[in-house]
Antibody
Framework: QVTLKESGTGILQPSQALSLTCSFSGFSLSTTGICVSWIRQPSGKGLEWLADICWDDGKGYNPSLKNRLSISKDTSNNQAFLKITSVDTADTATYYC??????????????WGPGTMVTVSS | DTVLTQSPALAVSPGERVTISCRASESVSTGMHWYQQKPGQQPKLLIYGASNLESGVPARFSGSGSGTDFTLTIDPVEADDTATYFCQQSWNELTFGSGTKLEIK
């Protein structure tokens, strides 16, 4: 059974750094083809893909946010991490981690965590 | 970026057939996927590769299209289908549509 769960800083001030952790079970980030992604959603709005990290330590970032994002993983402990620097109110959102389906031709997300809310406020 | 355009909202009655559209600003081949998101929940995968039904998803859901025009069809609609439906493309980077809110009257 595949599960994911996000955790992180709930409330932070502008210019601070946001650190998020995705803890998962039912699969391993050392298995060929497996990737974990971060996606966010401001309240009442759409979804925005942020970044992903794969079994081979390959990383991908949303070009519009690339300079502020850093993704990493701890394979032994089944965790993936995202750091966002210099946050502002526009980063207020629910942050999801999701497994990218291990399909070579398409990139889509077959399992999602419940999300963690992050509020940036002075 | 490839922009995906969806109608904001639809309202249908139970038992009817509903089509939800997603138009891409450039061709995405068949790299289009659909999700259902109920209030307060995470998105759930329904369709991948434009027309492939995810395991465990009722056969009332189907997807079609290629290139720039895609459709998610629910037939027949049930009350539990009240949700927002998002399309997502994976051909040019990775982007989502803004979502279509489906109301069941």
């Amino acid at each position: 059974q595949v599960t994911l769960k996000e955790s992180g800083t709930g409330i932070l001030q502008p210019s601070q750094a946001l650190s998020l952790t995705c803890s998962f079970s039912g699969f391993s980030l050392s298995t060929t083809g497996i990737c974990v992604s971060w996606i966010r959603q401001p309240s009442g709005k759409g979804l925005e893909w942020l970044a992903d990290i794969c079994w081979d330590d390959g990383k991908g970032y949303n070009p519009s946010l690339k300079n502020r994002l850093s993704i990493s993983k701890d394979t032994s402990n089944n965790q993936a991490f995202l750091k966002i620097t210099s946050v502002d109110t526009a980063d207020t959102a629910t942050y999801y981690c999701a497994r990218r389906a291990p399909v070579a031709y398409y990139w889509y997300f077959d399992f999602w965590g419940p999300g963690t809310m992050v509020t940036v406020s002075s | 970026d490839t922009v995906l355009t969806q109608s904001p909202a639809l309202a249908v009655s139970p038992g009817e057939r509903v089509t939800i559209s997603c138009r891409a600003s450039e061709s995405v081949s068949t790299g289009m996927h659909w999700y259902q998101q109920k209030p307060g929940q995470q998105p759930k995968l329904l369709i991948y590769g434009a027309s492939n039904l995810e395991s465990g998803v009722p056969a009332r859901f189907s997807g079609s299209g290629s290139g720039t025009d895609f459709t998610l069809t629910i037939d027949p609609v049930e009350a539990d289908d009240t949700a927002t439906y998002f399309c997502q493309q994976s051909w040019n980077e990775l982007t989502f549509g803004s979502g279509t809110k489906l109301e069941i009257k």
